[in-house]
C-alpha cells in the first residue's frame, strides 16, 4: 500500500510570497493529483500529473518519478489561496482508488 | 459539461438515523469511489465499485453501505451503526483503465 507524506502540515506566509508544498509517496504510481480544500471542505481538483511540470495561473506542479516526490508552487500568494492543499498517489488503473496525504493547511496572511 | 455532483453540501442528521449520501455522475466512468476525512487525517477509502452491481469494501466499511445499481450512481448510506458518522465525505470515479480521476465537492455530514 502507498504511503503519502505532505510537507509541511501547516504554514503561514506573508501576501506576495513564493509557497512549496512537498508531497512524497513511496511506492511507484501513474498519476498524481494536488486537490484544494476550502474551509467549509469543498474540493477542488488542481492538477493531475503523471510527468514533467503542469501550470495553471500562479500554480506550479512538479513531478520527479524518479524520486518519488512531487511539489505545488504558489507564486504571488495572496489570502484567497487559503485551504488546505492535499495530494493523492494513484498507483494505476484506478481499480484501488487513491491514497491521501493528510494536507497542507496554508494560511496567506495580507 | 461532464463532472460528478455530490449533494447536499451540508447534511444534518440526528443520532441513531440512517442517512443516504448521493454522488452522481456523467461522465461515463466505470468506477466509483467513496472517502472520508476526519480533522488531522488524510482521505480514507470506504468502499468502491469497478462496475455496476459490484462493490468492494474499502479501509474503513463499517458501519456503511452502497449500491450500484447504475453507472452514474454511487449512494453512500451512512448507517446507525457508524460509531462516528460526523465527517466529511468525498465522492470520486475513474475509468478503470485510465488513471485520471475526477472529484465532487464533497459533504460535510454533522450528527447531533
Known amino acids: 500500500k502507498n504511503e503519502v507524506e505532505q510537507s509541511p502540515q501547516n504554514l503561514t506566509a506573508q501576501e506576495g510570497e513564493f509557497i512549496t508544498i512537498n508531497c512524497s509517496y513511496s511506492?511507484?504510481?501513474?498519476?498524481l493529483h494536488w486537490l484544494q480544500q476550502h474551509p467549509g471542505g469543498g474540493i477542488v481538483s488542481l492538477f493531475m500529473l503523471s510527468s514533467g511540470k503542469k501550470k495553471h495561473g500562479r500554480l506550479i506542479a512538479t513531478i520527479n518519478i524518479q524520486e518519488k516526490h512531487s511539489s505545488l508552487h504558489i507564486t504571488a500568494s495572496h489570502p484567497r489561496d487559503s485551504a488546505v492543499y492535499i495530494c493523492a498517489a494513484d498507483s494505476g488503473g484506478g481499480a484501488d482508488g487513491l491514497t491521501f496525504g493528510k494536507g497542507t493547511h496554508l494560511i496567506i496572511q495580507p | 459539461d461532464g463532472g460528478i455532483t455530490q449533494s447536499p453540501k451540508y447534511l444534518f442528521r440526528k443520532e441513531g438515523q440512517n442517512v443516504t449520501l448521493s454522488c452522481e455522475q456523467n461522465l461515463n466512468h466505470d468506477a466509483m469511489y467513496w472517502y472520508r476525512q476526519d480533522p488531522g487525517q488524510g482521505l480514507r477509502l470506504i468502499y468502491y465499485s469497478q462496475i455496476v452491481n459490484d462493490f468492494q469494501k474499502g479501509d474503513i466499511a463499517e458501519g456503511y453501505s452502497v449500491s450500484r445499481e447504475k453507472k452514474e450512481s454511487f449512494p453512500l448510506t451512512v448507517t446507525s451503526a457508524q460509531k462516528n458518522p460526523t465527517a466529511f465525505y468525498l465522492c470520486?470515479?475513474?475509468?478503470?483503465?485510465?488513471?485520471?480521476?475526477?472529484f465532487g465537492q464533497g459533504t460535510r455530514l454533522t450528527v447531533v
Open positions: 511506492v511507484g504510481i501513474s498519476a
Open positions: 470520486a470515479s475513474s475509468t478503470v483503465i485510465n488513471t485520471e480521476a475526477f
